[in-house]
Nanobody, 121 residues
Framework: QVQVAESGGGLVQAGGTLRLSCVAS????????MGWYRQTPGKGRDLVASITSGGRLNYADSVKGRFTVSIDIAKNTVFLQMNSLQFEDTAVYYC???????????????WGQGTQVTVSS
C-alpha cells in the first residue's frame, strides 16, 4: 500500500510565498510521476505542476514563472514552491503520485488528502 501526505498549506497575503511538500511512503517499487493539482468549490481538479522521475516538467499556464516543482527521488518527496501568490491561487492543493507498488507490474495513481492554500487580497 502507498500513502501520500501533504504539508505546507496556509494563509498568505497576495504577493507572498508558500512551499508545499508531499511524501509518498509505503511499499513503493518505483515512482513515475509526482505532482500537484488544485480544486476550488464547484470545480474539477486541475493540474498545477508535475515532474517525472526523469525530471520532465509540466506546468499549468497560469502558474508558469511563479511556481516551481521539484523532486527528491531518494526521499519520495515532491515540493511546490509558490511565489507571487494571487487571490486566484486559493484552492485545496492535492498531491498526486503515480507509482508501481512492490510486487506489481503496473503503475497506479494515488492522492493525498489535500492542503488548503488561501491567498488574501
Amino acid at each position: 500500500q502507498v500513502q501520500v501526505a501533504e504539508s505546507g498549506g496556509g494563509l498568505v497575503q497576495a504577493g507572498g510565498t508558500l512551499r508545499l511538500s508531499c511524501v509518498a511512503s509505503g511499499s513503493i517499487f518505483s515512482l513515475a510521476t509526482m505532482g500537484w493539482y488544485r480544486q476550488t468549490p464547484g470545480k474539477g481538479r486541475d493540474l498545477v505542476a508535475s515532474i517525472t522521475s526523469g525530471g520532465r516538467l509540466n506546468y499549468a499556464d497560469s502558474v508558469k514563472g511563479r511556481f516551481t516543482v521539484s523532486i527528491d527521488i531518494a526521499k519520495n518527496t515532491v515540493f511546490l514552491q509558490m511565489n507571487s501568490l494571487q487571490f486566484e491561487d486559493t484552492a485545496v492543493y492535492y498531491c498526486h503520485v503515480e507509482a508501481t507498488p512492490t510486487g506489481s507490474r503496473f503503475v497506479f495513481a494515488y492522492w493525498g488528502q489535500g492542503t488548503q492554500v488561501t491567498v488574501s487580497s
